[in-house]
């Protein structure tokens, strides 16, 4: 079983339309929990992270962690032809920092 | 130049050639390192550095030979690699002080393609 678990998709929704992205985990030791979007052509850039359980809410975007599932989730609200992007979920412990876990992403495409 | 910046972009070489990937990061960070990413799979960590001293290695072949010399340089040198080495190499850097989270900042990567 893979440490994270992320589906690949492609994920394809109109403009404006409201995205839910998904990682499930299965080490219970995991407390930082990130989102990198990554560009055709680029290397990942952080957007939102969050420390254990809750939620957190920037502009369109909102990451909720549910450590009792072992869920977390990316919201994109009034989606744009700019969020097309791969969404990659990626978490670490407390005692691991540097040493990130990332789900294999899911690519995603808005369509204007 | 800011952020964290690779070169080559592109490399192609054959099983036989040696030859090396740069990073080079503009944040002041203390902590850089090498991922790999291939296709249909997750980011790989592949090294470690911290304030010039490797403190990961995910059980990566001695193909693969890191290099620190300070902060803000990385090298990836490589040699007699395989086919299913073909990847984006993916360099980043990240404070290394203080509790985490120890955000990673990631440059654009060097595509390689093994022949």
């Known amino acids: 079983q893979k440490e994270v678990e992320q589906d690949p998709g492609p994920l394809s929704v109109p403009e404006g339309a409201i995205v839910s992205l998904n990682c499930t985990y299965s080490?219970?030791?995991?407390?930082?929990f990130m989102w990198y979007r990554q560009y055709s052509r680029k290397g990942p850039e952080l957007l939102m992270y969050?420390?254990?359980?809750g939620n957190k809410e920037d502009g369109r975007f909102t990451a909720q962690v549910d450590k009792s599932s072992k869920y977390i989730s990316l919201f994109i609200r009034d989606s744009q032809p700019s969020d097309s992007a791969t969404y990659l979920c990626?978490?670490?412990?407390?005692?691991?920092?540097?040493?990130?876990?990332f789900g294999q992403g899911t690519r995603l495409t808005i369509n204007p | 130049e800011t952020g964290v910046t690779q070169t080559p972009r592109h490399l192609v070489m054959g099983m036989t050639n040696k030859k090396s990937l740069k990073c080079e990061q503009h944040?002041?960070?203390?902590?850089m390192y090498w991922y790999k990413q291939s296709a249909k799979k997750p980011l790989e960590l592949m090294f470690v550095?911290?304030?010039?001293?490797?403190?990961e290695n995910n059980s990566v072949p001695s193909r693969f030979s890191p290099e620190c010399p300070n902060s803000s340089h990385l090298f990836l040198h490589l040699h007699t690699l395989q086919p299913e080495d073909s990847a984006l190499y993916l360099c980043?850097?990240?404070?290394?002080?203080?509790?985490?989270?120890?955000?990673?900042?990631f440059g654009p990567g060097t595509r390689l393609t093994v022949l």
């Open positions: 980043a850097s990240s404070h290394g002080q203080g509790g985490p989270p120890d955000t990673q900042y």
């Open positions: 080490n219970s030791a995991f407390q930082y």
């Open positions: 969050t420390y254990s359980s």
């Open positions: 990626a978490m670490s412990g407390d005692q691991g920092a540097q040493k990130l876990v």
């Open positions: 944040l002041g960070h203390n902590a």
């Open positions: 550095y911290n304030f010039k001293e490797q403190t």
